[in-house]
């Protein structure tokens, strides 16, 4: 079955339904029309009533016994009519005699009435109705029932006629629908083949109306829009991490050839110019490790971003906090705490705080001030720097993101794309903004309660 087309599935599907429902139909039209034909006969028996046998004919009856001939020629003319005694004899008194049975001349003994069916001598079908009509006589009247099965067979063979041509269009409909209904989904198909071919996620389906393909075509679009979306950040996050690479390696590559070059010419450099020659490599080395590092804290797979447990974020933050004042000795970092409870992976939101930290340090004024706030799960890591152009807000998130002025100072642009990521994993928000009196202010919210759960 699986093996079969969709289509003819389909077709085979509607067909089968549509054969089953004229098959109900039709049988159960015959059902009724045969009911109702016994009941008509069973009523005109019984509307009848009993025909008490008159006096010459029980006494034609006596006389002859069993069959008396009562003017041979009238016979079939007269109404199919007999007497039935308890001792098993019959008198027909009109045409179609009918074949006894035991409990017809039970009736005749004990009374009573029935209708039953059965035959007549000929072997035609009749319905019989007894009756007793004196102690130890019934009357037998019948009905032929060869008609009304003449009718019902007539009837059926008109019902498959007609079954038989409901089937074939049903298959012809089912076909045609089949063809209409799929013809969307044979386009979609079409369409999903090429991409799947020539991996071009440019391509979109055309979407008409506002129906299932519709729908299927719409959010096809959507995961390929995002696929390519995905692909090309892919590919610029490569791109940028490469030429991020390239300029510490270049330095690094050029420092080394002063060196190299030293060496074999047999030129010694001045020792305070080598010793500042390896001090550039040792720095270029750990500007190289960091971008590795930052760079693989980004691309950790998705379900290590999962929340951590519970954690004292201000503890969190005096950590990162004391960690940025041993690095930064010109600059007084002020910190005011309240206590604070979140869910989160303490070492990465401590690298996310650092992050904060070491930009407030690096754009403050020499012996200028940083101050880090935590109330209520809102931490602010305020400096006096020269803040944030408002037209490059937009993007000091993004990876890799500099602006023009800090291409000068250390860094690689990374810092706050791994912020955000830290403080979205643990269900917070992040922002920078432009503090009032001047200076950037980031801040990080976490949701959270003031005291521990447990
Ligand atoms: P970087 O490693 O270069 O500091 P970040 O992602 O941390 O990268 O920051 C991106 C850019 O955002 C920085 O190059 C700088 O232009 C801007 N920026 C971040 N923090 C501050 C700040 N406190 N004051 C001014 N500019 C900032």
């Known amino acids: 079955m699986n093996r079969r087309s969709l289509r003819s599935r389909l077709t085979l599907l509607v067909t089968v339904a549509v054969a089953v429902a004229i098959a109900v139909c039709a049988g159960a039209c015959w059902l009724i029309v045969a009911d109702n ?5 069973n009523r005109s028996l019984l509307a009848e009533g009993p025909k008490p046998p008159r006096r010459d ?10 069959n008396p001939p009562p003017g041979e020629g009238l016979r079939p003319f007269l109404p199919p009519i007999q007497l039935v005694y308890a001792d098993g004899r019959r008198c027909v008194l009109g045409r179609d005699a009918v074949v006894l049975t035991p409990a017809d001349m039970a009736i005749a003994a004990g009374g ?11 072997g035609e079908a009749v319905r019989v109705k007894v009756e007793q009509v004196a102690p130890g006589v019934a009357v037998m009247q019948s009905r032929s029932l060869e008609e009304m099965y003449a009718t019902l067979t007539t009837l059926a063979w008109i019902l498959l006629g007609v079954s038989a041509v409901g089937v074939v269009g ?25 991409i799947a071919q020539t991996e071009d996620l440019a391509t979109r389906i055309p979407v008409s109306g506002t129906d299932e393909i519709a729908r299927l075509s719409t959010s096809f679009n959507a995961m390929t829009a995002a696929l390519a979306g995905s692909r090309d950040r892919q590919r610029r996050l490569i791109a940028d991490a490469g030429h991020e690479l390239r300029t510490p390696l270049t330095s690094l590559r050029t420092n080394i050839e002063l060196l190299l070059r030293s060496e074999d010419t047999g ?3 001045r020792p305070e110019a080598k010793r500042r020659l390896l001090a550039d490599v040792k720095a270029q080395f750990e500007e190289l490790s960091a971008l590795v590092g930052d760079l693989l804290q980004l691309s950790r797979p998705e379900e290590d971003h999962e929340p951590g447990e519970e954690i004292a974020f201000h503890e969190v933050v005096r950590a990162a906090v004391a960690r940025a004042r041993l690095r930064a000795p010109g600059v007084t970092v002020e910190e005011d705490l309240a206590a604070w409870y ?4 303490a070492a990465s939101l401590e690298r996310a705080v650092v992050n904060l930290l ?12 940083v101050e880090v706030r935590l109330r209520a799960g809102r931490l602010t890591v305020r400096d006096h720097g020269p803040g944030v152009p408002p037209e490059d807000l937009p993007y000091v998130f993004d990876r890799f993101w500099r602006s023009p002025a800090a291409r000068s100072l250390p860094g690689s642009g990374l810092g706050l794309a791994i912020v955000a990521q830290a403080v979205r994993d643990a269900g917070g928000e992040v922002g920078v903004d432009n503090a009032p009196g001047g200076g950037a202010c980031a801040w990080i919210t976490l949701p959270g309660s003031p005291a521990p759960s447990s």
Not at 57 to 66: K, R, V, Y
Not at 342 to 345: D, G, L, Q, R, V
């Open 57 to 66: 004919d029980l006494a034609i009856c006596s006389a002859t016994g069993d």
């Open 170 to 194: 049903a298959a012809s409909a089912g076909l045609l629908i089949s063809r209409t209904a799929l013809r969307p989904v044979g386009r979609l198909t079409e369409a999903v083949e090429h």
């Open 112 to 122: 009573g009435r029935t209708v039953r069916d059965g035959v007549t001598d000929e």
């Open 37 to 41: 034909l016994n009941r008509q006969v």
């Open 342 to 345: 979140a869910t989160a992976h």
């Open 267 to 269: 030129r010694a450099l």
């Open 358 to 369: 070491d930009n407030a340090v690096k754009f403050s004024p020499r012996g200028g001030t």
